[in-house]
């Protein structure tokens, strides 16, 4: 049975995409399968000058692909939300917001409980939270928990002033950094693939494990996302969050317990032993693309809303090294970007080849063993491939690697929550673990800045890479120098 939430949200930035195509449909989720039931309302702000009527018309529609038979659901779902225009700079605008939640609180018997959403730009962060708690809208009978979306800061020194700002009002614990990627099925999985299999977690250090191989790989290019992306680029937009939770996620120890102080204890641990890079030795690890125009479409800087001297990556790829006692010695590639070969996230975990290979001498060169190589398949497909050995079928004793697989039927498919649906949840559980604490972005920040720095004084040959590729040569290179390779890759 679902544990009914009870809690008035707030959504600063209600107007805005996100909250139309993701927060609106994963609440009517939560409430469709009964979390979110009678006792909860939804403020919407922002300075559009709506009424409640128009708010809940916007609403209506971002769940309109509904099935036809939940249609009174849904209305009566759109009937919990309100809206009110709202200046955030504006310290009077407080007084009605906070008139208005307490009505609603006693209306729907919320207890005091009080979730503040956060999606618009980051520079009002800091200024909501103060305001938050100077104009009184901080309850003292139930909980004050604060949402907020990424970016988190620009660089280690904004993030921590950022930080404080946010700290005078919420404690750490009240704070719920989103990164929709620790929402994902597969990325959850990690956990449970490691921490609930002898068989894995036995082997899972560098006695037996070469590399691991990270990527995330975009179809698409900016698109309406220009103005944005130019300030922030694949290392800030990607790498800082994304990825450096996922690579967390893989590198730390097993927890004391599947709490979410005790997960994020030991990702901080694995982030703190990441190795911080000298510039040069950034210089040597990490390489950035920027795309070309190839066939059809623009070349990054003819993106509308880009400059046309924009020294802006759309792809980076670089070499994560951990200085600790399970994976000294151990690679972690990783590598994103934009317009290449097709939408994916996947995660490969190559295992050494064993010492000595018995089945040689009898084989042609070309059929050695290969080494076997456990892959998370985290989208648009979810599942896991181990490929490993065996003998060929026929006469004679040759190999051959096969893959066993196991992948989530449709059906399965349509059960999993999206991503912001189980976060959303988690934020009204009062859960932590899939959500970023502040030493976790601390660290992958100092790790980020010594790169961006370098970047941003070095004068790159952009563009690098052409559309439906898997980036520039210099990302196959990074691995080649080390005579390895990227076990996806285009013509193998």
Do not use: C
């Given at each position: 049975?679902?544990?009914?939430?009870?809690?008035?949200?707030?959504?600063?930035?209600?107007?805005?995409?996100?909250?139309?195509?993701?927060?609106?449909?994963?609440?009517?989720?939560?409430?469709?399968?009964?979390?979110?039931?009678?006792?909860?309302?939804?403020?919407?702000?922002?300075?559009?000058?709506?009424?409640?009527?128009?708010?809940?018309?916007?609403?209506?529609?971002?769940?309109?692909?509904?099935?036809?038979?939940?249609?009174?659901?849904?209305?009566?779902?759109?009937?919990?939300?309100?809206?009110?225009?709202?200046?955030?700079?504006?310290?009077?605008?407080?007084?009605?917001?906070?008139?208005?939640?307490?009505?609603?609180?006693?209306?729907?018997?919320?207890?005091?409980?009080?979730?503040?959403?956060?999606?618009?730009?980051?520079?009002?962060?800091?200024?909501?939270?103060?305001?938050?708690?100077?104009?009184?809208?901080?309850?003292?009978?139930?909980?004050?928990?604060?949402?907020?979306?990424?970016?988190?800061?620009?660089?280690?020194?904004?993030?921590?002033?950022?930080?404080?700002?946010?700290?005078?009002?919420?404690?750490?614990?009240?704070?719920?950094?989103?990164?929709?990627?620790?929402?994902?099925?597969?990325?959850?999985?990690?956990?449970?693939?490691?921490?609930?299999?002898?068989?894995?977690?036995?082997?899972?250090?560098?006695?037996?494990?070469?590399?691991?191989?990270?990527?995330?790989?975009?179809?698409?290019?900016?698109?309406?996302?220009?103005?944005?992306?130019?300030?922030?680029?694949?290392?800030?937009?990607?790498?800082?969050?994304?990825?450096?939770?996922?690579?967390?996620?893989?590198?730390?120890?097993?927890?004391?317990?599947?709490?979410?102080?005790?997960?994020?204890?030991?990702?901080?641990?694995?982030?703190?032993?990441?190795?911080?890079?000298?510039?040069?030795?950034?210089?040597?690890?990490?390489?950035?693309?920027?795309?070309?125009?190839?066939?059809?479409?623009?070349?990054?800087?003819?993106?509308?809303?880009?400059?046309?001297?924009?020294?802006?990556?759309?792809?980076?790829?670089?070499?994560?090294?951990?200085?600790?006692?399970?994976?000294?010695?151990?690679?972690?590639?990783?590598?994103?970007?934009?317009?290449?070969?097709?939408?994916?996230?996947?995660?490969?975990?190559?295992?050494?080849?064993?010492?000595?290979?018995?089945?040689?001498?009898?084989?042609?060169?070309?059929a050695a063993l290969?080494?076997?190589?456990?892959?998370?398949?985290?989208?648009?497909?979810?599942?896991?491939?181990?490929?490993?050995?065996?003998?060929?079928?026929?006469?004679?004793?040759?190999?051959?690697?096969?893959?066993?697989?196991?992948?989530?039927?449709?059906?399965?498919?349509?059960?999993?929550?999206?991503?912001?649906?189980?976060?959303?949840?988690?934020?009204?559980?009062?859960?932590s673990t899939n959500?970023?604490?502040?030493?976790?972005?601390?660290?992958?920040?100092?790790?980020?800045?010594?790169?961006?720095?370098?970047?941003?004084?070095?004068?790159?040959?952009?563009?690098?890479?052409?559309?439906?590729?898997?980036?520039?040569?210099?990302?196959?290179?990074?691995l080649q120098k080390?005579?390895?390779?990227?076990?996806?890759?285009?013509?193998?």
């Amino acid at each position: 049975m679902a544990k009914e939430n009870t809690a008035i949200f707030t959504f600063f930035g209600a107007s805005g995409d996100l909250a139309k195509r993701k927060l609106y449909p994963s609440l009517f989720k939560l409430y469709q399968k009964g979390y979110l039931k009678d006792h909860f309302a939804i403020i919407g702000t922002s300075r559009a000058d709506w009424t409640n009527d128009e708010f809940q018309g916007i609403v209506s529609e971002s769940i309109s692909d509904i099935k036809e038979e939940s249609k009174n659901q849904a209305n009566e779902f759109v009937s919990h939300f309100y809206y009110i225009a709202h200046d955030v700079t504006d310290k009077a605008h407080y007084a009605a917001l906070d008139e208005l939640i307490n009505k609603l609180d006693k209306q729907y018997e919320a207890n005091g409980n009080r979730l503040f959403y956060l999606s618009m730009a980051p520079s009002f962060f800091g200024q909501i939270a103060l305001n938050l708690k100077s104009e009184g809208l901080i309850t003292q009978e139930g909980y004050n928990r604060l949402v907020i979306e990424k970016p988190f800061g620009r660089d280690y020194k904004s993030a921590k002033q950022l930080n404080e700002e946010l700290t005078s009002t919420f404690e750490e614990d009240q704070i719920y950094r989103i990164d929709h990627y620790l929402g994902k099925e597969m990325i959850q999985n990690i956990e449970a693939l490691r921490f609930g299999n002898t068989i894995i977690e036995s082997l899972w250090n560098n006695r037996y494990i070469d590399n691991v191989q990270i990527t995330l790989s975009e179809k698409l290019g900016v698109e309406d996302r220009a103005s944005y992306y130019d300030t922030s680029g694949a290392l800030r937009d990607m790498v800082q969050n994304h990825i450096l939770q996922i690579v967390s996620q893989l590198a730390m120890e097993q927890p004391v317990a599947f709490t979410d102080a005790d997960v994020r204890v030991e990702k901080v641990k694995a982030l703190r032993s990441l190795r911080v890079y000298t510039p040069s030795e950034a210089a040597g690890n990490f390489v950035r693309g920027q795309y070309d125009a190839g066939d059809t479409g623009n070349e990054y800087r003819d993106e509308s809303g880009v400059p046309d001297d924009s020294n802006t990556e759309t792809f980076v790829a670089g070499k994560l090294l951990f200085d600790n006692y399970r994976w000294s010695g151990v690679p972690f590639y990783i590598r994103t970007g934009k317009k290449l070969a097709d939408k994916f996230t996947r995660i490969d975990v190559v295992f050494k080849k064993p010492l000595i290979d018995i089945f040689a001498f009898p084989q042609k060169s070309d059929a050695a063993l290969q080494a076997n190589v456990l892959t998370i398949y985290v989208e648009p497909q979810s599942g896991f491939s181990l490929k490993v050995n065996a003998k060929s079928t026929g006469q004679g004793f040759e190999t051959e690697p096969v893959n066993l697989d196991f992948f989530q039927d449709a059906d399965k498919e349509k059960e999993v929550p999206e991503p912001y649906e189980r976060l959303l949840h988690d934020a009204l559980e009062g859960n932590s673990t899939n959500f970023a604490s502040w030493s976790e972005v601390a660290y992958a920040w100092k790790f980020v800045d010594v790169i961006r720095k370098l970047w941003d004084i070095e004068e790159p040959i952009f563009p690098n890479y052409l559309p439906g590729s898997m980036g520039p040569v210099a990302s196959d290179e990074l691995l080649q120098k080390d005579h390895r390779a990227w076990v996806y890759r285009l013509n193998k």
